[in-house]
């Protein structure tokens, strides 16, 4: 085996100076491992040491009982009935990410927000709280303190002013990992690659550069998405084996012709491969201004009559004229760009041509509008 990795890995550098001067990713920039993921994680608890920002007590139970109960480990008994005013005291929820391979004893790092009607959690420090999975274990100890981004402040007649966010703060490697989460990398199961964006193209090409610099019938595509890999069985030959794999080069299938128009902000991407059909477009619009103004008869002195306002509008009709330009067969993206700017055309307009010209048959790509 010692031998065979030997080899592998002088095949692997000698492809990789082949291919340095091709347009080509690395298979862990554009794929991820079955299995291998981060867990997510969550919890409840209590920071304490605010500057009268925390919960109203009076609005949030919740928060005198949590607090209450906390009381209570220590031998502190608070007798029933007893209005406690913790305005130092705020309730808030915890969330982490909880990374493949995650050993006990690691750091990680939490985000920290209220739950309730703390004003600000800055200067706060968060107690000793569990964070749990989706299967109710406890995986990791939260406790440390708040690092908040935004700030409030408040007059004496009621004006304030808040820069960002002050109800949600974080702490830097605030968490503890208690448990780690068993993962199948290490049993004798091929090895799978997702491919970030499913592609035939770039899983056929996937699972042939991998074939090429390891034997035949190593990898197989089973999909879109999927490329199963035969691997060691041996966990430390496996981690040389994911080393050697996830350094390959490989080069992506090219997307499908896509047209992308964002509604909102009037942004428009069009594809490397979009293409016309033979098609004739005229643009231009039709502005009609009608302005009113009256005018005022008056009799002469010493004559009978009365003064009379009569109104005197005035219509005037303009019209761009805008030549038609047509696309000749097969135009590329860059005739219609040049096409389209020489009309001059807003990114409304555009918006309006290039759906148009997807219901005439005429566009030949995916229009997404977003």
């Known amino acids: 085996m010692k031998t065979l990795l030997g080899l592998l890995l002088s095949s692997f550098f000698t492809a990789l100076l082949l291919s340095a001067g091709a347009?080509?990713?690395?298979?862990?920039d554009i794929a991820s491992v079955a299995g291998v993921r981060s867990n997510q994680l969550i919890g409840y608890g209590l920071v304490v040491g605010l500057d009268g920002t925390g919960d109203q007590t009076t609005q949030s139970p919740f928060t005198t009982q949590s607090f209450s109960n906390m009381l209570k480990q220590f031998g502190i008994n608070v007798p029933e009935g007893t209005r406690m005013q913790m305005k130092n005291v705020a309730a808030v929820?915890?969330?982490a990410d909880l990374p493949a391979f995650a050993k006990p004893g690691q750091a990680i790092d939490i985000t920290v927000s209220s739950v309730s009607n703390a004003?600000?959690?800055r200067g706060g420090t968060l107690l000793m709280s569990k964070l749990k999975g989706i299967d109710g274990n406890t995986y990791a100890v939260a406790q440390g303190s708040l690092v908040v981004g935004g700030f409030g402040v408040e007059a004496g007649d009621g004006s304030n002013i808040t820069v960002n966010v002050p109800s949600v703060g974080r702490i830097p490697n605030g968490a503890?990992?208690?448990r780690s989460v068993p993962n199948n990398f290490t049993g004798n199961q091929p090895i799978v690659f997702n491919l970030n964006r499913a592609d035939f193209t770039t899983a056929?090409?996937?699972a042939t550069a991998i074939n090429e610099m390891l034997g035949p019938d190593v990898a197989a595509a089973i999909d879109a998405v999927s490329v199963a890999v035969k691997a060691p069985q041996d966990p430390a030959h496996r981690v040389d084996?994911?080393?050697?794999l996830e350094n390959i080069e490989?080069?992506?299938g090219e997307e499908a012709a896509r047209v992308v128009i964002n509604s909102r902000t009037g942004t428009i991407v069009v594809g490397q491969h979009v293409r016309v059909s033979p098609v004739a477009i005229t643009h231009g619009s039709l502005t009609v201004s009608i302005s009113e103004d009256y005018d005022v008869s008056q009799p002469g002195a010493f004559a009978q009559g009365q003064t009379a306002i009569t109104p005197n509008s005035a219509i005037d009709v303009e019209e761009e004229t805008n030549p038609m330009f047509k696309f000749a067969p097969g135009s590329t993206l860059e005739d219609i760009v040049r096409s389209v700017n020489n009309v001059g055309a807003s990114p409304a307009d555009l918006m309006a041509i290039l759906e148009a010209l997807k219901q005439s048959g005429a566009l030949n790509a995916e229009l997404l509008v977003i």
């Not at 347009?23 to 862990?28: F, G, Q």
């Not at 084996?241 to 050697?244: E, N, R, V």
């Open 204 to 206: 056929n090409r996937l």
């Open 176 to 178: 503890t990992v208690e």
């Open 119 to 121: 004003k600000s959690l």
């Open 23 to 28: 347009s080509a990713e690395r298979v862990k």
């Open 241 to 244: 084996f994911m080393a050697l």
């Open 93 to 95: 929820m915890i969330h």
């Open 250 to 252: 490989v080069k992506p």
